[in-house]
């Protein structure tokens, strides 16, 4: 059955096909709010309260995205709402006023120098989830979205409530800070 009828039937109160769709997309919605919140219980809490916020407002998706772009927003929206209740987390802000800073020449990564037998991918792994971890969650939303999830602009723009131009922004911005965070840990 296409994921188009099992909505039809979940909003018309068949709970066999609302537990086929939180069962197709529990492992989406799982790992997308790992990804961001980086901590499993958030993530499973997470995940919950996006299936209950799907189940409550089932009858307000429209059908004109796929669901996944609708959960991805309603779990962006939660992790926002996460993160934003845990203002003594660190985060880099990245803003107009040390934006410039991201762009500077020493911070463009030569990896041409980084010999390929050297670098174990798990170290670069791990340097990679510091500095993604760094990054304040709207940008890592955006980022893990367009980049990991490897959904387009547009559905990027979908899911996060932006509009293109702000997604490209945001995509570009977090993409110089981690350039910058991984040279400078590359470069140690």
């Not at 919140?37 to 499973?44: N, T, V």
């Not at 990027?156 to 490209?168: E, F, G, H």
Request: hydrophobic letters at 40%; one cysteine or more; glycine letters at 2%.
């Amino acid at each position: 059955m296409e994921e188009k009828e099992l909505v039809e039937l979940a909003k018309s109160g068949d709970r066999k096909a609302l537990a086929k769709l939180v069962k197709d997309h529990e492992q989406t919605v799982y790992n997308f709010a790992f990804k961001i919140c980086r901590d499993r219980e958030k993530a499973e809490n997470i995940m919950q309260e996006t299936f209950l916020s799907m189940i409550k407002h089932l009858n307000q998706f429209d059908g004109n995205s796929k669901l996944s772009t609708w959960l991805y927003r309603i779990v962006s929206n939660h992790c926002l709402m996460q993160a934003r209740k845990e203002k003594n987390r660190y985060f880099v802000s990245i803003n107009e006023d040390n934006e410039d800073e991201l762009y500077e020449d020493k911070y463009v990564a030569d990896w041409s120098r980084i010999p390929h037998l050297d670098v174990e991918n798990n170290e670069l792994r791990k340097i990679l989830d510091v500095a993604i971890d760094k990054l304040a969650p709207d940008y890592r939303v955006v980022f893990l979205l367009r980049d990991v999830e490897g959904l387009s602009t547009e559905e990027t723009a979908k899911a996060t409530d932006l509009s293109v131009p702000a997604v490209k922004s945001r995509l570009h911005r977090a993409r110089a800070f981690l350039r910058k965070e991984l040279n400078e840990a590359l470069s140690q």
